[in-house]
Structure formats: structure tokens, C-alpha cells
């Protein structure tokens, strides 16, 4: 079996996709805590060593580095049959919503997270905006899983894993209580979270945390 080494930080949600679907597949994996805060990644020498694209996170299967969280995804769920698509048409539905999320859903809601609860003075104008464009998008899935139970369909994939990620995290720092603002959302949070073998992202990721500004 490989060996997996994940580098991250515990506020990073796409470090969550990747060690919740290590979990998931049953492997296990040596965590390697990144300073972001720190800006490590920004460093000419953590960009050659570990990622050339400056990004977390990175996994090392067999010491061979992986990047892209969606393509990692993707390729695990191929590698131990889990959460991937078992036919043509639910395999286009998970990149689908794969894609979507990456272009749409986590990007906006990394940003405005890690801008409104990780930085001491953020531009209002520029929380406005990105609030203003992840209401939308949330509305868009809110009407989605109230409609179906997981993303692709009536089983869950890495769709839902990546979706779930940066959403899942405590309402002080995503600025949103879904349970009131998007019940079927919040519903949909508590079919993944039942899975066998979840865990949250402060659980399967430790070391040191960023500081809270609100």
C-alpha cells in the first residue's frame, strides 16, 4: 500500500478534502504542518522544494508530490473505488459540480473567510462583494440538495467532499449559520457528517492555528 505524507494547514479546507478522503478510503497519513501564516509558501525555496505553484495542499504518495486538490480527489477515488462516479452520466455530474465548486463555490468562500476572520482590517468593500456573489452560489446549491441528497445524486462522491469543505467549519468563521440561513444545506452538511469514519478538519488536522480577528 502507499505511503502518504500531507502537507497543510488545519484552516485550509482543501487540506480537508484531501485528509477526509485518505480517511475515507481507510489510509492513514503522516501530517506535515505548513506556516502559512508565516508565508512559507510565498518562498522561493519552499516553491522549489515542495510545490512549484505555491499552493497547500501537497501530497506525497510515495514521496512522488501531488498538487490540485480536485485532480487528487479524482485519482484516489479511482485508486480505491470510493466516492467516484459508477457510470458515465454520475461521473459527469461529479465534475460538474467538481469544477463548479473550484471555480465558484470554495473560491469565494476561502477568500471571504480567511479575509473576514484571519486578517486584522479587511476592506468592507471587499467583503461586501465576495458576500454579495457566495450568496448567490449558495442559493444556487441551496436548491440543489433540497432537491437531491448529495451532489451527483443519491450517493455521495468527492463532489460533496469538496463542497462540504471550506463549509463546514464553525459559523464565527464562515459568517454564516446555515442551519437558519440555508436549512437544506445544513441538512445536506449532516448526511456527509454521518458518513462512517468523518471527522472535521480541526479533528484530523492539528498543529498551530491562525489568529482570530472576529
Same mark, same amino acid.
Given at each position: 500500500?502507499?505511503?502518504?505524507?500531507? /502537507? &497543510?494547514? *488545519?484552516?485550509? =479546507?482543501?487540506? &480537508?478534502?484531501? $485528509? !477526509?478522503?485518505?480517511t475515507f478510503c481507510g489510509q492513514s497519513f503522516e501530517p506535515v504542518w505548513t506556516d502559512f501564516a508565516g508565508g512559507v509558501t510565498r518562498s522561493?525555496?519552499?516553491?522549489?522544494?515542495?510545490?512549484?505553484?505555491?499552493?497547500? *495542499?501537497?501530497?506525497?504518495?510515495?514521496?512522488?508530490?501531488?498538487?490540485?486538490?480536485?485532480?487528487?480527489?479524482?485519482?484516489? $477515488?479511482?485508486?480505491? +473505488?470510493? !466516492?467516484? =462516479?459508477?457510470?458515465? $452520466?454520475?461521473?459527469?455530474?461529479? !465534475?460538474?459540480?467538481? %469544477?463548479?465548486?473550484?471555480?465558484?463555490?470554495? +473560491?469565494?468562500? $476561502?477568500? &471571504?473567510? %480567511? @479575509?473576514?476572520?484571519?486578517? *486584522?482590517?479587511?476592506?468592507?468593500?471587499? !467583503?461586501? %462583494?465576495?458576500?454579495? #456573489?457566495?450568496?448567490?452560489?449558495? =442559493?444556487?446549491?441551496? #436548491? /440543489?440538495?433540497g432537491e437531491h441528497a448529495f451532489a451527483a445524486g443519491d450517493r455521495p462522491t468527492v463532489a460533496d467532499i469538496s463542497m462540504i469543505a471550506y463549509?463546514? &467549519?464553525?459559523?464565527?468563521?464562515?459568517?454564516?449559520? %446555515?442551519?437558519?440561513? /440555508?436549512?437544506?444545506?445544513? #441538512?445536506?452538511?449532516?448526511?456527509?457528517?454521518?458518513?462512517? =469514519?468523518?471527522?472535521?478538519?480541526?479533528?484530523? @488536522?492539528?498543529?498551530?492555528?491562525?489568529?482570530?480577528?472576529?
Amino acid at each position: 500500500m502507499p505511503t502518504y505524507r500531507l /502537507h &497543510y494547514f *488545519p484552516e485550509s =479546507g482543501n487540506s &480537508y478534502k484531501l $485528509a !477526509l478522503m485518505l480517511t475515507f478510503c481507510g489510509q492513514s497519513f503522516e501530517p506535515v504542518w505548513t506556516d502559512f501564516a508565516g508565508g512559507v509558501t510565498r518562498s522561493a525555496e519552499w516553491r522549489q522544494a515542495v510545490n512549484e505553484m505555491g499552493e497547500i *495542499p501537497v501530497l506525497e504518495e510515495d514521496s512522488v508530490r501531488l498538487t490540485q486538490t480536485a485532480p487528487i480527489l479524482l485519482k484516489l $477515488a479511482e485508486q480505491y +473505488g470510493r !466516492l467516484g =462516479g459508477e457510470n458515465a $452520466a454520475e461521473k459527469f455530474e461529479v !465534475l460538474r459540480w467538481l %469544477f463548479w465548486d473550484n471555480h465558484k463555490l470554495t +473560491g469565494y468562500m $476561502a477568500t &471571504y473567510r %480567511f @479575509l473576514r476572520t484571519f486578517t *486584522p482590517s479587511p476592506d468592507p468593500n471587499v !467583503l461586501k %462583494f465576495l458576500r454579495r #456573489r457566495l450568496d448567490d452560489f449558495l =442559493g444556487i446549491l441551496e #436548491r /440543489h440538495v433540497g432537491e437531491h441528497a448529495f451532489a451527483a445524486g443519491d450517493r455521495p462522491t468527492v463532489a460533496d467532499i469538496s463542497m462540504i469543505a471550506y463549509l463546514h &467549519y464553525p459559523s464565527q468563521e464562515t459568517g454564516y449559520d %446555515f442551519k437558519t440561513s /440555508h436549512p437544506a444545506i445544513d #441538512r445536506w452538511l449532516g448526511r456527509v457528517a454521518a458518513l462512517p =469514519g468523518w471527522r472535521s478538519a480541526y479533528d484530523l @488536522l492539528p498543529g498551530k492555528r491562525l489568529t482570530h480577528y472576529v
